[in-house]
């Protein structure tokens, strides 16, 4: 584009970079090398900079062309955005465009822009009509990455076709239709009475081609929805929320929705999700260890700053390299290296340490530094523990069926051989050839029966099933693996905020100074407490609006805007939507309702904030410094610093208190209109008698299962600009405002799921922040802390000499005042004993014990660290959406073994048969042709894993104790159903075949029969493999199994069609009605066999493995109600007792 002379503030400066240039003449091709601020050629780009040099700029972390560039300020100009309201949304724009256009004259240029810039002042632009969305994607491309390459159907199908075994049956098939052919066009048959019949010798190799191409069609078909099925399930998991500034409104946008010229705000614990350019901000510090390996974090600062701070270095570098020359080598670098220096560059991908900030986004997408990293690593899907288990025992089993197949192919040539060697010489060779073909194709259809290709799909559409439904049950997977894995957790440490209550807090009682108390819907017997909503009558002015400063000043949360379109002016306040941490807008909403406080808005932008420091989880506080300015009696300025943060903790650190009944409050009443004397409060020291009051106050709101926020404040004469907030804590001296207790009551149905999880084997722990009260209150009223159980804070746990931690951790319910270091030392204790452990989390320091984990928790309204380290988001934020975690891990493994059951009994039965029918044949043919077993492998494969592994879980499934990491796949109660099915379809397949029992002569009918009868015995094999225990309702819930029952029925239909159709495809003949119910009978007799093998005792089988369940409860289970004595003597050493 050419930059327009009247757009002053830019052609400004690339006229100063290019004097002898006219900015609206020349245009010079932007390239990643030439980084010179120069028009561009792209008429199609409305704005002052190319995609690549906004994408090199990020890379290289060019400061010197962002100063080039006037720094942010020109590339917001450039960008047509604002620092401050953000890019323009389109209603916006296409509202503003009409007024412009309907009110001035088009050729008034100047006009249009001036209106344009009283609109949105921050932007300069070179033309009367502002870029739409479409525009910025257009020229900047969209934060979305281009789909994964995926298979199409076709390619899945030639993918699945390359199985070797499936090859060699081909290869076999097209030889057994050639020579079919030859034998139909050489000799011709005769029927009984002489007649020549027509030559069907070619139709089995025809029939093997098409039960192969079947195969390969329905395993594809499978394949493919999985992978849409991931697809769909991947895009959920990528997509979260960032907040915006659109239009001067905060907002919140989905990360596909950001666009460059964007500003996005950011905290501790998020992502950035585009690259960028700081802003504005406080004390911001990133994690970019994966773009520039370096495990530190990095400072980032206004460019401004940055320049000062590469200015100063520069000017210090002389002296610096004279002091590094006069130190020896070895040591010079480690006690000179020159500090980091700050920059504006924001990474995206990188992780905010601490800090918040705002920046306007250069680069999305492909474009961006992660999105070209996540090109570049993109990986299919990942296989699951259990997908590799199944993996080794399917090779192990083929390697069997290879095996046997070999050994039937050798005999069966040796013996077609010599036959043909022994026969009449005038014997024609195509007949040993097609023999030798037949003995191929059977050898080869055993391999395939044998191989439980169809073991991977069921791990693979159990996961893909669960998956999907655990989504729609508020539990998003992130990785497969924990789905299986969480099904034999045994230990869930859960957070309480959120995840155990409502996270819906509200101020319900406090103290101010040490005698103000008051309360919401005080009993009348207690006439020391104010009534909540009489605060505002009784409360001196200027206290009032002390504490309305510190609480809106030290917060971080934001208003949404209404969006209702009501403009009715009465509406109820109630309706504003504040975004932020709970504990911050339930503070907000307490001094906006019951201190009638200003907006916070108007608060905050009466004091400048000097510094801001984020909630640290370590010291359990937050603060914010703002600079005040007094003009009586005298002209001077202080530095207040606003804290807030767990009550006991800032307890100990107050050396002064607000004082609330000083008479100089009534002068203060009458001299309201005053500015002077609104913020004029009366303190005294802390006495000893003030302390062990305020702490039993803050002890009787924690047994209430209140959250305690102490509210305090200190006074400098100047601000020691490198001071931390611990530094302010060690140093003391602080002022308490007061202590507020915050309601946040238990979710509903919490009790009911923390009583599931201990019926189910699973101990649950509460791993929390609060102090020790609130958090044993609450403990109690979920049903994890009972008489008998431990409860410690974090410092003691993590003082614990490792033999006592361990002896501790059976009894350890409730572990309070916690850090992320505390959770992770104890989710590693656990794992350490071999337990399964889940952990919840939602902060960006739980990420360390996230990982450590088995199974992570993140809430969906958590930091993006935590939800990056975390296995499965919980989209409800509810401790019970764990327990159907559980439940659907408990299906999926349940699933894989039921259809391991069935398939292995299949198999067995499937293979001995071929192989002994074959051997004992005088022709050397299977009782069970290639075609008829192809049919088989169909029903076992792929069918069966479709039926067993959709059914939902039960109830049941959370009444039975965890399996042990060392667990085998098959246990005892599944072999013995295994070997006494196959036993059972053996001895009536072989009495069929040998003892002419059904007294047929026809052979043909016979074969027929046989194989009807072993179809069947697999297909209500199927009902019994439903269960893996030694449960006798096999058809409990079969009804809801929609997928089961499609499959039965497609299978009972198949099979009839087969039979009374297949004719010399199948080899099968039609069958009567007395054929029929013989064969249906005995089929139906596997589940009468079935309940019989349940009854016989499994520790009297010689294959018996005891001990594959978790024996005992207790280990898992609340130990409530037992005696510890054992336990007193450590306990009183931490201070906590396991009675109260």
């Not at 206290?543 to 000043?553: E, G, K």
Request: proline share 4%; net charge neutral; with cysteine.
């Amino acid at each position: 584009m050419s930059i327009n002379n009247d757009t002053t503030d830019y052609a400004s400066v690339t006229s100063k970079l290019s004097p002898e240039t006219s900015p609206s003449t020349t245009t010079i091709t932007a390239t990643v090398i030439n980084m010179t601020p120069l028009p561009h050629r792209d008429p199609n780009n409305p704005f002052a900079f190319t995609v690549q040099q906004l994408t090199s700029l990020v890379d290289r972390k060019d400061l010197t062309f962002l100063q080039q560039i006037q720094g942010v300020e020109g590339l917001a100009r450039g960008l047509h955005s604002s620092l401050t309201r953000g890019i323009m949304i389109d209603q916006q724009r296409n509202s503003l465009s009409k007024k412009l256009n309907e009110d001035y004259r088009i050729n008034d240029i100047k006009q249009l822009q001036q209106i344009l810039f009283d609109e949105y002042p921050d932007s300069t632009t070179p033309s009367t009509t502002i870029p739409t969305i479409h525009q910025r994607q257009h020229a900047f491309g969209a934060n979305i990455l281009p789909e994964m390459d995926s298979n199409s159907l076709l390619q899945l199908m030639w993918i699945a076709f390359q199985d070797k075994t499936l090859i060699l049956l081909t290869i076999s098939a097209m030889i057994s239709f050639i020579v079919g052919i030859y034998e139909d066009m050489t000799t011709v048959d005769l029927d009984n009475n002489g007649n020549p019949i027509p030559g069907v010798k070619w139709v089995e190799g025809v029939a093997i081609l098409v039960a192969v191409l079947l195969v390969v069609v329905v395993g594809s078909v499978n394949d493919y929805q999985k992978e849409e099925q991931f697809r769909k399930l991947n895009a959920k998991k990528d997509d979260r929320h960032v907040s915006a500034i659109r239009s001067g409104q905060p907002c919140f946008l989905s990360i596909y929705d950001i666009q460059v010229g964007d500003v996005l705000s950011l905290e501790p614990g998020d992502i950035v999700a585009a690259d960028g350019i700081f802003i504005q901000g406080h004390n911001l510090k990133c994690d970019e260890s994966a773009a520039t390996g370096e495990s530190d974090g990095v400072r980032k600062a206004s460019w401004q700053d940055c320049i000062k701070a590469r200015t100063l270095a520069s000017t210090d570098h002389d002296t610096l390299e004279e002091k590094i020359s006069l130190i020896p080598n070895e040591t010079s670098n480690q006690h000179f290296e020159r500090k980091q220096l700050p920059d504006p560059f924001l990474v995206s991908g990188s992780k905010v340490l601490e800090g918040i900030c705002t920046y306007m986004v250069t680069a999305v997408g492909i474009h961006s530094f992660h999105g070209r990293t996540l090109m570049a690593l993109r990986v299919k899907s990942e296989i699951t523990p259990l997908q590799e288990k199944l993996n080794v025992l399917a090779e192990n089993i083929a390697k069997l069926g290879v095996t046997a197949a070999g050994f039937l192919f050798m005999v069966l040539s040796i013996r077609s051989v010599l036959a043909y060697l022994n026969a009449d010489p005038s014997t024609d060779p195509t007949t040993v050839i097609s023999q030798l073909i037949h003995i191929l194709i059977t050898t080869i259809t055993v391999v395939v029966v044998a191989v439980p290709e169809g073991l991977p799909l069921a791990v693979t559409l159990a996961l893909a099933y669960a998956t999907q439904r655990m989504l729609k049950e508020n539990n998003l997977v992130r990785i497969l693996a924990a789905c299986e894995t969480m099904g034999n957790a045994t230990t869930v440490c859960s957070d309480k905020t959120g995840t155990l209550t409502q996270n819906k807090m509200t101020v319900v009682a406090g103290t101010f100074g040490s005698s103000f108390r008051f309360r919401k819907d005080p009993p009348v017997y207690r006439t020391d407490l104010i009534d909540l909503d009489n605060i505002r009558r009784r409360i001196p002015l200027s206290v009032r609006y002390f504490l309305n400063q510190a609480m809106a000043v030290n917060s971080t949360a934001f208003r949404l805007p209404n969006n209702n379109n009501n403009n009715n002016n009465n509406s109820d306040r109630c309706d504003v939507t504040l975004v932020g941490n709970k504990t911050e807008t339930a503070m907000l909403n307490f001094s906006r309702d019951h201190l009638d406080s200003e907006p916070f808005e108007c608060l905050r932008a009466c004091w400048p904030v000097e510094v801001v420091f984020p909630f640290d989880s370590k010291i359990k506080a937050m603060g914010t410094v703002i600079r005040v300015n007094y003009d009586h009696p005298t002209e001077r300025t202080i530095y207040r610093l606003h804290i807030k943060g767990a009550a006991e903790v800032l307890l100990s650190r107050c050396s002064h208190l607000l004082s609330m009944h000083d008479h100089s409050y009534d002068t203060h009443q009458a001299m309201e209109e005053k500015e002077s004397c609104r913020y004029d409060i009366r303190t005294r020291v802390m006495t000893e008698h003030n302390h062990a009051r305020m702490s039993k106050i803050i002890q009787t709101y924690g047994n209430n299962s209140l959250r305690t926020i102490a509210i305090c404040y200190r006074d400098f004469d100047s601000w020691p600009t490198n001071w931390t907030l611990q530094d302010v804590l060690t140093s003391g001296g602080l002022t308490m405002l007061g202590v507020v207790g915050i309601e946040d009551p238990l979710r509903p149905g919490v009790k009911q799921a923390v009583m599931d999880c201990q019926n189910a084997g699973v101990c649950v722990r509460m791993v929390t922040g609060d102090n020790m009260m609130t958090a044993k209150s609450i403990a109690r009223k979920c049903g994890i802390y009972r008489y008998g159980d431990l409860a410690m804070d974090g410092a003691t746990f993590r003082k614990l000499s490792p033999a006592l931690r361990t002896s501790l951790l059976p009894h350890l319910r409730v572990l309070a005042r916690s850090n992320p270091e505390d959770k992770r030392l104890l989710v590693q204790s656990l794992k350490s004993q071999g337990d399964i452990v889940a952990v919840t989390g939602d902060g960006t320091n739980d990420g360390p014990a996230l990982k450590a984990a088995d199974v992570g928790f993140s809430m969906q309204s958590g930091t993006e660290v935590a939800n990056e380290a975390s296995s499965i988001i919980l989209m409800d934020n509810n401790f019970s959406s764990i327990v159907r975690a559980i439940s659907w891990g408990r299906c999926v493994n349940d699933a894989v073994k039921k259809f391991l059951q069935f398939q292995l009994t299949v198999n067995i039965t499937a293979v001995l048969l071929t192989i002994v029918s074959a051997l004992t044949s005088s022709n050397q043919k299977s009782i069970l042709t290639a075609v008829q077993l192809l049919w088989v492998n169909l029903i076992m494969d792929t069918f069966a894993a479709l039926a067993l592994a959709t059914d939902t879980p039960t109830p049941k499934l959370l009444r039975r104790m965890p399996e042990p990491r060392s667990a085998p796949l098959i246990n005892t109660c599944m072999w013995k159903m295994i070997i006494g099915q196959a036993i059972y379809q053996l001895v009536v397949m072989t009495t069929l075949l040998y003892t002419n029992a059904l007294q047929i002569q026809d052979p043909v009918i016979l074969q027929t029969m046989i194989f009807n009868s072993f179809v069947f015995c697999q297909i209500f094999n199927e009902l019994n493999c439903r269960r893996i225990d030694n449960g006798l309702n096999i058809l409990k819930g079969v009804i809801k199994n929609r997928f089961f029952m499609v499959i039965f029925t497609i299978s009972v239909l198949g099979q009839v069609a087969i039979v009374e159709y297949g004719g010399t495809a199948f080899q099968t003949c039609p069958l009567n009605g007395s054929q029929w119910m013989i064969c249906i009978l005995l089929g139906f007799l596997s589940i009468p066999i079935g309940s019989m093998i349940r009854l016989v005792p499994e520790h009297s089988l010689f294959f018996y493995n005891g001990g594959e369940h978790l024996s005992s409860p207790s280990r898992y289970t609340s130990l409530a109600g037992s005696s510890y004595d054992f336990i007193d003597e450590p306990i009183n050493l931490i201070g906590y007792g396991a009675k109260d």
